[in-house]
Structure formats: structure tokens, C-alpha cells
Nanobody, 125 residues
Framework: QVQLVESGGGSVQAGGSLRLSCAAS????????MGWFRQAPGKEREGVAT???????GYVDSVKGRITISRDNAKNTLYLQIDSLKPEDTAMYYC???????????????????WGQGAQVTISS
């Protein structure tokens, strides 16, 4: 049974930094595509970052330069570092994992079959 558990969310002032973690069980981080998505109230879920099986990252244009996706295979954990936080970064952040694709990781929620419960990130100005 695959479980993805996010942590590290919270309330932060604009300009600060945050690191989200996604601990996986029943699934090996690094085997397939993984990603981070976010959903703000009243908006659709948005893909922000992906990482493929050889560690190549991909980012949505709106966050490039402020977000870094990484993983620790030994800890079986995926991370998302967000710097220079803005109020528009406020959202529920979800970790997602694919079960088939290794190389081409899309910023589309439909590619991913396993999801965490989400971590709330709230940025105040």
C-alpha cells in the first residue's frame, strides 16, 4: 500500500522560505516520476515541479528560480524548497507519484496515481 505523507507546511511571512517534505512508504522515491502540485481556494490544481528517475527537475514557468525539487533516496523522501515566498503561493501543496513514467514527467495531475493528503502553506504580506 502506497502512502505519501507531506509535512513542513505552515504560516510564513512573504519573503521567507519553506521546505516541504513528502515521506513515501510502499513506494520507492526515484523509481518513477514524482511531483508537487498546489491548489488555492477556488482554483484548479496546478503542477509546480517534477523530478524524473534520474533526478532531472522540471518547473512551471511562474515559479522558476524560487522553487527547488529534490529527493533523498536513502530517506525515501521528496522535498520542495520554496524561497522568496509570495502571498500568491498560498495553497494546499500535494505530493504526487507516478507508477509508470520514468523520464518524461508532466505537470499534469492526470499522470500521477498516488497522492498525499496535502500540506497547507499560508503566506502573509
Amino acid at each position: 500500500q502506497v502512502q505519501l505523507v507531506e509535512s513542513g507546511g505552515g504560516s510564513v511571512q512573504a519573503g521567507g522560505s519553506l521546505r516541504l517534505s513528502c515521506a513515501a512508504s510502499g513506494y520507492t522515491v526515484g523509481d518513477y516520476c514524482m511531483g508537487w502540485f498546489r491548489q488555492a481556494p477556488g482554483k484548479e490544481r496546478e503542477g509546480v515541479a517534477t523530478i524524473n528517475s534520474i533526478g532531472q527537475p522540471g518547473y512551471v514557468d511562474s515559479v522558476k528560480g524560487r522553487i527547488t525539487i529534490s529527493r533523498d533516496n536513502a530517506k525515501n523522501t521528496l522535498y520542495l524548497q520554496i524561497d522568496s515566498l509570495k502571498p500568491e503561493d498560498t495553497a494546499m501543496y500535494y505530493c504526487a507519484a507516478d507508477g509508470g513514467a520514468r523520464w518524461r514527467c508532466l505537470l499534469q495531475a492526470t499522470q500521477y496515481i498516488y497522492w498525499g493528503q496535502g500540506a497547507q502553506v499560508t503566506i502573509s504580506s
